[in-house]
């Protein structure tokens, strides 16, 4: 069982920063994929990015690729998404997940665990 919670949310100005934090519980953090999703108002949620279990590989949706950086420290049970250049259509609750095996690789693909979320708001 792995518990997922998330932190760093908030109101940002357009041009802004935020770095998410996702704490897991748990000794086999190190093991699972870990991604970052998000839900605007309206919308169904989508794919942001996704780090292989080691830390080694990432991926990025386009929207984000170029201003958002997604890392992991096994060693603290963290990943993080450190978010710049915010745009308001970065507007959304933002989730992370955990997936053994595979990963998504941008893709809508089932996750194992889920965060309870962390509200962003870009705005000015």
């Known amino acids: 069982q792995v518990q997922l919670v998330e932190s760093g949310g908030g109101l940002v100005q357009p041009g802004g920063s935020l770095r998410l934090s996702c704490a897991a519980s748990g000794r086999t953090f190190s093991t699972y994929n870990m991604g970052w999703f998000r839900q605007a108002p309206g919308k169904e949620r989508e794919f942001v990015a996704d780090i292989s279990w080691s830390g080694g590989s990432t991926y990025y949706a386009d929207s984000v690729k170029g201003r958002f950086t997604i890392s992991r420290d096994n060693a603290k049970n963290t990943v993080y998404l450190q978010m710049n250049s915010l745009k308001p259509e970065d507007t959304a609750v933002y989730y992370c997940?955990?997936?053994?095996?595979?990963?998504?690789?941008?893709?809508?693909?089932?996750?194992?665990?889920w965060g309870q979320g962390t509200q962003v708001a870009v705005s000015s």
């Open positions: 997940a955990a997936r053994h095996g595979s990963r998504w690789w941008g893709t809508k693909a089932s996750s194992d665990y």
